[in-house]
């Protein structure tokens, strides 16, 4: 075995597969011990990140993974703001544990655009989970039940994003309504919430059934978040007419 082999084959047991390619470059003698290393640790390190982001990515669980900000056709965002979204884009509010909530009607792309802004928080090396608000719900009374809610609340809590998406979609019984202020109340200082909802915030009220609840989770909620309205035709619809060739 060469030196070489023997260095790589030193590397792949210590995992430090990054130095691979800088190993099997030709130019080696060429480069001073310092180019060397140097190089060596930034390739280790944009592997590192790599690794990192493809975690939290899969972590996610995104409802659509493969969307990004890059891609969006603001032609089907009539209202969505390019500057806004671009502010958004540098993940201040979750570094100041600020939230989005995202209104619009079904079909005008609530989802796409939370899972666009959750890519962009994920690519700052930052977590992210994505949760329907009826599963986070039965998720939260399962917990209750096997008395484990306080570590699960621990758990998303440690999210710097938590994704509540279709919020507001069913009323909540007293528990639920219960377990949700604890979750809210529990993350209000320690991460961000991205919210989508077909309802305007001034309807949410009603979905809690309980005033004094209702004040006390959307007063944590409401006042500290970015706003973002989509309105338009369905998504959906257009992309289906413009696949067929009728727009």
């Known amino acids: 075995m060469s030196n070489i082999d023997a260095i790589k084959s030193q590397c792949r047991m210590l995992k430090l597969l990054g130095f691979l390619p800088v190993i099997e470059q030709r130019n080696l003698d060429e480069k001073t011990h310092y180019e060397f290393l140097t190089e060596l640790l930034m390739a280790q390190s944009e592997l590192n990140v790599q690794r990192k982001i493809k975690r939290l990515t899969a972590q996610a669980k995104l409802r659509?993974?493969?969307?990004f900000l890059s891609d969006i056709e603001y032609t089907l965002y009539p209202s969505l703001k390019v500057n806004q979204v671009n502010q958004l884009a540098e993940c201040e509010w979750v570094t100041n544990n600020k939230n989005i909530i995202i209104v619009g009607a079904t079909g005008t792309g609530k989802t796409s655009i939370a899972c666009r802004l959750a890519q962009g928080v994920i690519a700052k090396q930052k977590s992210v989970m994505f949760y329907r608000l009826s599963?986070?719900?039965?998720?939260?009374?399962?917990?209750?039940?096997?008395?484990?809610?306080?570590?699960?609340?621990?758990?998303?809590?440690r999210l710097d994003v938590l994704i509540i998406d279709d919020?507001?979609?069913?009323l909540m019984d007293k528990n639920e309504r219960h377990l949700l202020f604890e979750l809210i109340e529990h993350r209000e200082q320690s991460g961000s919430l991205l919210i989508t909802s077909q309802y305007p915030i001034s309807a949410?009220?009603?979905?809690?059934?309980?005033e004094a609840?209702?004040?006390s989770v959307l007063d944590r909620?409401?006042?500290?978040?970015?706003?973002?309205?989509l309105k338009g035709e369905s998504i959906r619809k257009l992309?289906?007419?413009?696949?067929?060739?009728h727009v």
């Open 239 to 245: 992309t289906s007419e413009k696949e067929s060739g």
């Open 64 to 67: 659509y993974p493969d969307v």
């Open 213 to 215: 609840i209702a004040d």
């Open 221 to 229: 909620i409401v006042h500290k978040s970015h706003k973002i309205t």
């Open 135 to 157: 599963h986070l719900l039965l998720e939260l009374v399962a917990a209750e039940k096997e008395a484990c809610l306080m570590k699960l609340i621990k758990k998303l809590s």
């Open 204 to 210: 949410w009220h009603e979905t809690f059934g309980n």
């Open 167 to 170: 919020w507001g979609n069913a």
